[in-house]
């Protein structure tokens, strides 16, 4: 990659897809999933919208360091309540019935 960052995630993404694969799960619809994470890298703005939920990535963005000033209270312990997410719509329906996405052979099993 001589130092081109987007060489080298190029060839690293190359490379992982010659490697044999760790697991294979069975076709779902998207409809029956619990979602407690939705991101999309390939819409900008998806009905129903993104719900981050809990993970690492982007802590250093929701992190509120004007609480250090308020004398540091521990919320150790408290956990995280569990929210209800009501259900999601598959965003490519959408594109579905303007007829500018096609419908694959899943689709049409299902």
């Not at 076709?27 to 809990?54: C, E, H, N, W, Y």
């Amino acid at each position: 990659a001589e130092g081109d960052m987007d060489e080298a995630a190029l060839l690293l993404r190359a490379y992982r897809s010659t490697l044999p694969r760790l697991g294979y799960t069975l076709p779902i619809q998207g409809r029956d999933m619990r979602v407690t994470r939705r991101i999309s890298a390939a819409f900008k703005d998806i009905p129903g919208g993104q719900l981050l939920g809990r993970t690492r990535d982007y802590t250093h963005r929701l992190l509120d360091f004007s609480l250090l000033d308020n004398g540091g209270a521990s919320t150790r312990g408290q956990g995280h309540a569990e929210t209800t997410v009501p259900p999601l719509e598959v965003h490519a329906d959408d594109h579905r019935s303007d007829a500018t996405v096609t419908a694959d052979a899943s689709d049409r099993e299902g």
